[in-house]
T-cell receptor, first 117, second 112 residues
Framework: GAVVSQHPSWVICKSGTSVKIECRSLDFQATTMFWYRQFPKQSLMLMATSNEGSKATYEQGVEKDKFLINHASLTLSTLTVTSAHPEDSSFYIC?????????????FGSGTRLTVV | KQEVTQIPAALSVPEGENLVLNCSFTDSAIYNLQWFRQDPGKGLTSLLLIQSSQREQTSGRLNASLDKSSGRSTLYIAASQPGDSATYLCAVPNQAGTALIFGKGTTLSVSS
């Protein structure tokens, strides 16, 4: 089945630095990937849609200059949290549709716990 | 705007009990619904995917039903085990048919 690999699983960084999170589709090609954020005891909220070869689409309220998304190949999307601050500490999860339109559901990465100190 | 609600928010049961988790959605124009399991600090594991044309799906001790017209889905867990302890999330595609909209989940605790 479709597998999505996400790295790192956790990261601690100093305030003001940048952190890159990678999301790879291992056994299929994903022209579209999704980035979600989850705060403690809250549900997953879509941050942005990553499109291979074009600009990402950001949800309302998500700063595109702060959360840089690159989808340079059909198997890799990256999320870079720039100039991180403690309020960016959260759980970030990527996802890809199991087929071209998600008719067969979506597959998720294992998530990245970001802590900004 | 699609909204997904899950009830109860938390549930504690002794081992062996059968239980039902509920999910409701406001816009019935969905083409599928997916149930996930999330362990603390981990990603999501897909449990069951129900297409809009289906009424239920089964996988082992899990059975999920879908009633599109009433905007409801239930996840039935038979003979619960401590290893079932986790947060269970239901999700439906957004209006664009791209990403998913999630409920807040039901956190299940099964005691031995």
């Amino acid at each position: 089945g479709a597998v999505v690999s996400q790295h790192p699983s956790w990261v601690i960084c100093k305030s003001g630095t940048s952190v890159k999170i990678e999301c790879r589709s291992l056994d299929f090609q994903a022209t579209t990937m999704f980035w979600y954020r989850q705060f403690p005891k809250q549900s997953l909220m879509l941050m942005a849609t990553s499109n291979e070869g074009s600009k990402a689409t950001y949800e309302q309220g998500v700063e595109k200059d702060k959360f840089l998304i690159n989808h340079a190949s059909l198997t890799l999307s990256t999320l870079t949290v720039t100039s991180a601050h403690p309020e960016d500490s959260s759980f970030y999860i990527c996802s890809a549709p199991s087929d071209s339109h998600g008719v067969r559901g979506y597959t998720f990465g294992s998530g990245t716990r970001l802590t900004v100190v | 705007k699609q909204e997904v609600t899950q009830i109860p928010a938390a549930l504690s049961v002794p081992e062996g009990e059968n239980l039902v988790l509920n999910c409701s959605f406001t816009d019935s124009a969905i083409y599928n619904l997916q149930w996930f399991r999330q362990d603390p600090g981990k990603g999501l594991t897909s449990l069951l995917l129900i297409q809009s044309s289906q009424r239920e799906q089964t996988s082992g001790r899990l059975n999920a039903s879908l009633d599109k017209s009433s905007g409801r889905s239930t996840l039935y867990i038979a003979a619960s085990q401590p290893g079932d302890s986790a947060t269970y999330l239901c999700a439906v595609p957004n209006q664009a048919g791209t990403a998913l909209i999630f409920g807040k989940g039901t956190t299940l605790s099964v005691s031995s």
